[in-house]
């Protein structure tokens, strides 16, 4: 694999992307970081040294392969990004706000552990799902073939909903069900707005 445009590390520094203004956010008590512009997000992306032995991967409970997004963002390739994110996980756009990054990808990054300043994995993931919502990437499970069974799912949290479309991708019929009159589980009644908007979550109703 190529690494130009990537290694940018001795040049730029970590960024987040910008906070939305407090004024607006003492409103609508809504999400507290802005999206990453295109430019923004390739940029920081370019910061990644593509190592041989990736640690924010190694670090990743879905072992995400983190290398590879960075690449594809920083080279403008956005769609392929989506489908190397989703590949290994269910919400990336979800897991981009709320994941303990700090203790995970980006605190083993190797550029957090010599010094340089972590790649922000996170908001660069977020930044790429939302761009494949805008864009009409994000498309309905097709199976290659439909399977005579249906399953029943008990729980609409984040572990139901991702053994949902696991077994959807095999090609189950699959109903979910839950206690509650909105689907999400902890995502909607545990984790407040100013990190993950309830409209994110209702979005993969
Ligand atoms: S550990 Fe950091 S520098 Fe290395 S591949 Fe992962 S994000 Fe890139």
């Not at 920081?44 to 995400?64: D, F, I, K, M, T």
């Not at 980006?106 to 939302?130: D, F, K, P």
């Not at 109903?175 to 409209?199: C, E, Q, S, T």
Request: hydrophobic share 35%; charged share 25%.
């Amino acid at each position: 694999m190529s690494v130009d445009r990537m290694m940018q590390f001795v040049r730029i520094p970590p960024r987040m992307p910008d906070k939305r203004p407090a004024e607006q956010r003492r409103r609508d008590f809504g999400e507290i970081y802005a999206e990453f512009t295109d430019a923004g997000a390739a940029e920081q992306a370019s910061r990644c040294e593509q190592c041989g032995v990736p640690y924010c991967q190694v670090h990743c409970p879905l072992h995400n392969n983190i290398p590879d997004w960075l690449y594809m963002t920083a080279n403008g390739r956005l769609r392929e990004a989506y489908e190397i994110a989703s590949s290994t996980n269910t919400f990336p756009e979800i897991c981009g706000r709320i994941c303990p990054q700090d203790r995970l990808c980006e605190g083993n990054c190797v550029l957090e552990q010599s010094g340089h300043g972590t790649v922000t994995i996170g908001a660069i993931e977020r930044y790429i799902t939302e761009t494949a919502f805008r864009e009409g990437w994000v498309e309905p499970i097709r199976p290659p073939r439909e399977l005579p069974f249906s399953v029943g799912i008990i729980g609409a949290g984040p572990g139901g909903l991702a053994c949902a479309e696991a077994l959807r991708r095999r090609g189950y019929r699959v109903h979910v069900y839950d206690r509650y009159d909105r689907v999400g589980g902890l995502l909607i009644y545990g984790i407040p707005n100013f990190k993950l908007d309830k409209a994110v979550v209702r979005r993969r109703e």
